[in-house]
Protein backbone atom coordinates (compact mmCIF):
# COMPACT_ATOMS: atom_id res chain seq x y z
CA UNK A 1 0.00 0.00 0.00
CA UNK A 2 1.36 3.25 0.73
CA UNK A 3 0.33 7.46 0.71
CA UNK A 4 -1.00 8.40 -2.53
CA UNK A 5 -0.48 12.00 -3.70
CA UNK A 6 -0.53 14.04 -6.78
CA UNK A 7 2.09 17.60 -7.88
CA UNK A 8 -0.97 20.48 -8.12
CA UNK A 9 2.24 22.57 -9.03
CA UNK A 10 5.67 24.09 -8.79
CA UNK A 11 8.56 26.38 -9.72
CA UNK A 12 11.59 25.31 -10.11
CA UNK A 13 15.06 25.96 -11.20
CA UNK A 14 18.32 24.48 -10.89
CA UNK A 15 21.15 26.30 -13.00
CA UNK A 16 23.52 24.06 -15.34
CA UNK A 17 26.10 23.88 -13.31
CA UNK A 18 24.31 21.85 -11.15
CA UNK A 19 22.00 19.98 -13.45
CA UNK A 20 24.36 16.48 -13.87
CA UNK A 21 24.66 16.31 -9.71
CA UNK A 22 21.00 16.74 -9.88
CA UNK A 23 20.19 14.18 -12.07
CA UNK A 24 22.98 11.82 -10.47
CA UNK A 25 21.59 12.58 -7.01
CA UNK A 26 17.75 11.85 -8.31
CA UNK A 27 17.84 8.92 -10.10
CA UNK A 28 15.44 6.53 -9.79
CA UNK A 29 13.39 8.76 -8.04
CA UNK A 30 9.74 9.16 -10.02
CA UNK A 31 10.30 12.88 -10.87
CA UNK A 32 11.16 13.78 -14.37
CA UNK A 33 13.14 16.86 -14.66
CA UNK A 34 12.93 19.71 -17.90
CA UNK A 35 15.52 21.46 -19.35
CA UNK A 36 15.50 24.64 -21.61
CA UNK A 37 17.62 25.65 -24.06
CA UNK A 38 20.72 26.57 -22.01
CA UNK A 39 20.94 23.27 -19.70
CA UNK A 40 18.83 24.70 -17.30
CA UNK A 41 16.37 22.46 -15.02
CA UNK A 42 12.90 24.81 -15.61
CA UNK A 43 10.33 21.94 -14.32
CA UNK A 44 9.66 18.74 -12.74
CA UNK A 45 6.87 16.36 -13.26
CA UNK A 46 5.74 13.70 -10.69
CA UNK A 47 5.38 10.59 -12.55
CA UNK A 48 4.63 8.31 -9.61
CA UNK A 49 1.57 7.88 -7.45
CA UNK A 50 2.83 7.18 -3.61
CA UNK A 51 4.53 8.92 -1.20
CA UNK A 52 8.32 7.32 -0.56
CA UNK A 53 11.48 9.39 0.45
CA UNK A 54 10.50 12.58 -1.71
CA UNK A 55 11.25 15.07 0.82
CA UNK A 56 14.87 13.61 1.90
CA UNK A 57 15.49 13.27 -1.61
CA UNK A 58 14.51 17.05 -2.07
CA UNK A 59 16.50 18.09 1.02
CA UNK A 60 19.53 16.42 -0.50
CA UNK A 61 19.14 18.19 -3.93
CA UNK A 62 18.39 21.84 -1.96
CA UNK A 63 22.25 23.28 -2.24
CA UNK A 64 21.38 23.58 -5.73
CA UNK A 65 18.09 24.14 -6.13
CA UNK A 66 17.43 27.85 -6.67
CA UNK A 67 15.54 30.19 -3.86
CA UNK A 68 12.07 30.60 -4.59
CA UNK A 69 11.47 27.38 -5.80
CA UNK A 70 8.56 24.98 -4.12
CA UNK A 71 6.53 21.81 -5.32
CA UNK A 72 2.60 22.29 -4.31
CA UNK A 73 1.25 18.22 -3.23
CA UNK A 74 -2.13 17.49 -2.17
CA UNK A 75 -2.72 13.57 -0.51
CA UNK A 76 -5.13 11.58 -0.66
CA UNK A 77 -6.57 12.64 2.18
CA UNK A 78 -6.95 16.26 0.73
CA UNK A 79 -4.24 17.59 2.97
CA UNK A 80 -2.09 19.63 1.04
CA UNK A 81 1.81 20.74 1.67
CA UNK A 82 4.90 22.33 0.07
CA UNK A 83 8.34 21.71 -0.36
CA UNK A 84 9.73 24.93 -0.19
CA UNK A 85 13.22 25.48 -1.00
CA UNK A 86 15.66 28.77 0.33
CA UNK A 87 19.13 29.24 1.43
CA UNK A 88 19.95 25.95 0.56
CA UNK A 89 17.52 23.83 2.32
CA UNK A 90 14.21 22.58 1.72
CA UNK A 91 11.45 22.64 4.14
CA UNK A 92 7.66 21.52 4.07
CA UNK A 93 5.68 23.29 5.03
CA UNK A 94 1.94 22.10 5.60
CA UNK A 95 -1.39 24.04 4.30
CA UNK A 96 -3.83 25.52 6.24
CA UNK A 97 -6.95 25.46 5.02
CA UNK A 98 -9.27 27.88 6.81
CA UNK A 99 -13.37 28.68 5.60
CA UNK A 100 -14.56 32.20 6.41
CA UNK A 101 -17.24 32.53 8.84
CA UNK A 102 -20.96 33.03 6.90
Known amino acids: MGY ?3 MKGSKFFVPTEHTGRVYAMTQGQPYDF ?3 PDGNITEL ?3 GEKLGNDFEMF ?3 APYVQDGSYIW ?3 EDGS ?3 W ?3 SGVCREITAKVEWPDE
Open 84 to 86: VFQ
Open 4 to 6: CME
Open 80 to 82: QWR
Open 59 to 61: QSI
Open 34 to 36: QLD
Open 45 to 47: EFI
Open 73 to 75: MIG
